[in-house]
């Protein structure tokens, strides 16, 4: 099956700094998605992406969808204490399963206030 | 209340018995998701409703895992015969349209066999 590789695995960062976290696979998704955990909580969804190259902003999120479609960025700027948590990337499956997503591993993030 | 809901939140129970996990769906919403979330893992697919439709089944990871959608809202997910490595938290989602995408998660149901 699919499957999606997140880099890097935890990142411990103060107040105020950017992030970056990147998402790739081996084979080509048409969709990319990125979801954030809060602890004890479900995934939310943060941003979506459909289109090769695009790049899309929530508030102090960016995600960009990678030209081969084999990989997906999601920066932060400016990080806060309330950012802390996993980030998810996920994306459909092929075929006509497309109701079923892959979900990488995910990066858990801290913030030191 | 407006989100999806599930129970209960915790649960503890001895190897070989069986558990059922209950989710309560936003209304409205036709499609409902199973995952699981193994520690340090990704969530991984585990059954899919949508309307009246046959459900996918196909990530149900052995034949002691069943589920079931009462009316088109809510969903228990049984498992029988629980073992150590069922140990994990337990996801539900819902979503208004058939993509997948869109997933409206709950808290989650945090089991832990001993």
């Known amino acids: 099956g699919q499957q999606l590789n997140q880099s890097p695995q935890s990142m411990f960062i103060q107040e105020g700094e950017d992030v970056s976290m990147n998402c790739t696979s081996s084979?080509?998704?048409?969709?990319w998605l990125w979801y954030k955990q809060d602890p004890g909580e479900g995934p939310v969804l943060l941003i979506a992406?459909?289109?090769?190259?695009e790049l899309t902003s929530n508030g102090r999120l960016t995600a960009q969808f990678g030209i081969t479609r084999k990989d997906s960025f999601l920066n932060i700027s400016a990080s806060i204490p309330s950012d802390v948590g996993i980030y998810f990337c996920?994306?459909?499956?092929?075929?006509?399963?497309?109701?079923?997503?892959?979900f990488g591993k995910g990066t858990l993030l801290t913030v030191n206030p | 209340g407006a989100g999806v809901s599930q129970s209960p939140s915790n649960k503890v129970t001895e190897k070989g018995k069986d558990v059922e996990l209950r989710c309560d769906p936003i209304?409205?919403?036709?499609?409902l998701y199973w995952y699981r979330q193994s520690l340090g893992q990704g969530l991984e697919f585990l059954i899919y409703?949508?309307?009246?439709?046959?459900?996918?089944k196909s990530g149900l990871p052995s034949d002691r895992f069943s589920a079931e959608r009462t009316g088109g809202s809510v969903s228990t997910l049984t498992i029988q015969r629980t073992q150590q490595e069922d140990s994990a938290v337990y996801l539900c989602?819902?979503?208004?349209?058939?993509?997948?995408?869109?997933?409206?998660f709950g808290s989650g149901t945090q089991l832990s066999v001993l």
């Open positions: 989602a819902s979503s208004f349209d058939r993509t997948g995408e869109k997933l409206f």
């Open positions: 084979s080509i998704f048409n969709t």
């Open positions: 992406l459909y289109k090769a190259g």
């Open positions: 996920a994306g459909p499956d092929s075929g006509g399963s497309n109701y079923k997503l892959t």
């Open positions: 209304s409205g919403h036709t499609a």
């Open positions: 409703f949508q309307g009246n439709s046959a459900p996918d």
